[in-house]
């Protein structure tokens, strides 16, 4: 049997809009390429469907520059999606324009309704638990309202914290198969992912650490030579996709899907 963690039947991303430049970002290290990002994105999806699954392409959304994200606005699980409730308050009217994609697909279809917050960012599925991470976006009153459903879906969730100044947990960590985690050395140190084998990034390329395991794939972003090569010594399917452009607004592999078995 395959596990719903790392293999999927299904993907959904959103096209960019030409409004992505004004996406947020932490810090301004320049304004993206829309085209070098469009190609790029293509790229991304064309590697999804090449490991056989079924990929939708919404429309963009001009009005969200950062609605190619899709990942932050739900989590999806075996047993059905949770809408998520965006710490970014540009970023809060996402969710319902994705929630009719998720509608079709789930019957069982729940809200995070507030006053807190939390981003799909911030959860890591690894087929044992659900890991979420405290951060900017993510507070206690959000995990806690997620925690209600996924103690009825039967999942163990485990709150942890991403570190300070990192935007969200999985920006610093990835899942590359059920027993281990590819992660950034000051993640780990945390403790969080005690009885997982964890492989850590080399120095120099942290920025790495979000990629995605998807079906037999890995797809990682361009231009870490290191991490990759350790990643295919390990035996990975390694797919490397130019992250330049979304890097410059602080997204990367895992925030470009929601990733679903239905
Ligand atoms: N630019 C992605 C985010 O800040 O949510």
């Known amino acids: 049997m395959t596990n719903p963690a790392t293999h999927f039947t299904h993907a959904i991303s959103r096209r960019p809009g030409a409004s992505v430049t004004?996406?947020?970002?932490?810090?301004?290290?320049g304004a993206p390429d829309l085209a070098r990002l469009?190609?790029?994105h293509d790229a991304y999806v064309a590697t999804l469907r090449s490991t056989g699954a079924k990929v939708t392409v919404l429309d963009a959304l001009e009005e969200y520059p950062d609605a190619l994200f899709v990942e932050d606005t739900a989590l999806c699980l075996p047993e059905g999606a949770v809408m998520?409730?965006?710490?970014?308050?540009?970023?809060?009217?996402?969710v319902a324009q994705m929630r009719p994609a998720l509608a079709a697909l789930f019957e069982d279809l729940r809200d995070i309704h507030g006053p807190g917050h939390i981003e799909g960012g911030?959860?890591?599925?690894?087929?044992?638990e659900v890991l979420v991470g405290r951060s900017a976006r993510t507070d206690a009153t959000g995990v806690a309202e997620l925690r209600a459903v996924?103690?009825?879906w039967g999942h163990s969730l485990r709150e942890v914290q991403t570190p300070p100044g990192v935007l969200h947990f999985k920006t610093d960590c990835s899942l590359l198969d059920p027993e281990t985690i590819l992660s950034t050395k000051l993640l780990d140190a945390s403790g969080c992912f005690e009885g997982y084998r964890v492989l850590h990034l080399p120095d120099g390329e942290e920025a790495a650490a979000n990629a995605i395991r998807f079906n037999d794939a890995v797809l990682m972003p361009?231009?870490?030579p290191k991490a990759a090569e350790m990643l295919s010594d390990e035996g990975y399917d390694v797919r490397l996709i130019d992250n330049r452009d979304c890097a410059l607004l602080d997204g990367?592999?895992?925030c470009l899907s929601l990733r679903l078995n239905v």
Do not use: C, K, Q, V
């Open 84 to 94: 998520m409730r965006p710490g970014a308050a540009s970023r809060m009217g996402e």
């Open 222 to 224: 361009a231009g870490f």
């Open 252 to 254: 990367g592999m895992s």
């Open 122 to 128: 911030d959860i890591l599925f690894t087929g044992r």
């Open 22 to 29: 004004h996406g947020l970002r932490a810090e301004d290290r």
């Open 150 to 152: 996924t103690d009825e």
């Open 38 to 40: 469009r190609a790029a």
